[in-house]
């Protein structure tokens, strides 16, 4: 809720500052400096969600009768393995079309239903994000936890 009015002011701020630096100074060093700021608001406002689509788009979720695995190719390759068995805290966050996202212990920030980071993709919380059938997941994962 913060990040997209903040986003939105800080694009139109940075563009406004930017033309008045260019029609008052006719150029110089004020238009550069305020186009580095343009561009960082044009990735708050639109570019965090490309990147996090990009990054998204290479992840692979698996759930074994022990283990839950996570693999990303990238930005850098990581490899997740959890213990079905010694996880504390499973969460289910569910749309109404099935879609959903089970993530695996407390987010890095945030409440564990809405997490507030810039990009999901880059949580440090395991996570299986915007999958398919969640509940379904969900459920088996629950199966699999209990003893």
């Not at 029609?23 to 004020?30: D, E, K, L």
């Not at 099935?98 to 395991?126: C, E, K, Q, V």
Request: hydrophobic share 45%; glycine share 8%.
């Amino acid at each position: 809720m913060f990040v997209i009015p903040f986003s939105l002011l800080w694009c139109g701020f940075a563009i406004f500052w930017t033309i008045g630096a260019t029609n008052t100074t006719g150029g110089g060093p004020f238009p550069l400096f305020g186009l580095l700021f343009v561009c960082i608001g044009l990735y708050f406002v639109f570019g965090r969600f490309l990147v996090d689509a990009w990054a998204r788009s290479s992840m692979y979720y698996a759930v074994t009768d022990r283990r839950i695995l996570i693999i990303r190719s990238r930005p850098t390759n990581s490899f997740t393995a959890l213990n079905i068995a010694q996880l504390s805290e499973v969460d289910i966050n569910e749309r109404a079309d099935g879609r959903g996202t089970i993530l695996f212990g407390r987010p890095a920030y945030g409440d564990s239903r809405n997490t507030t980071s810039m990009s999901p993709a880059f949580d440090h919380t395991p996570q299986f994000l915007a999958i398919e059938d969640a509940r379904r997941v969900f459920d088996l994962i629950q199966k699999k936890m209990a003893p």
